[in-house]
């Protein structure tokens, strides 16, 4: 995965009255994101995330998305 694009990531963490977890998102890839009980959870589930994303658009012919492009972290 480390010869891939390198996507930008956005860490964030639920308040505490929802629980509290953390959740990694890829603004350039909307609805693509990891969350876990700890950041290192949140980073390694977005990654398994990322490469399931990428994995279904090339079985589907379709180009990975622009680095870049999303909304703004």
Known sequence: MSD?????TKL??????EGGYYI???????GCFGVGGTEAEAVEDGRRALIA?????????RPPPEVGRGESA
């Open 4 to 8: 891939g694009p390198a996507y930008r």
């Open 12 to 17: 964030g963490r639920a308040p505490p009255e």
């Open 24 to 30: 990694l998102s890829y603004p350039e890839i909307p």
């Open 53 to 61: 994303v990428l994995d279904a658009l090339k079985a589907v012919d």
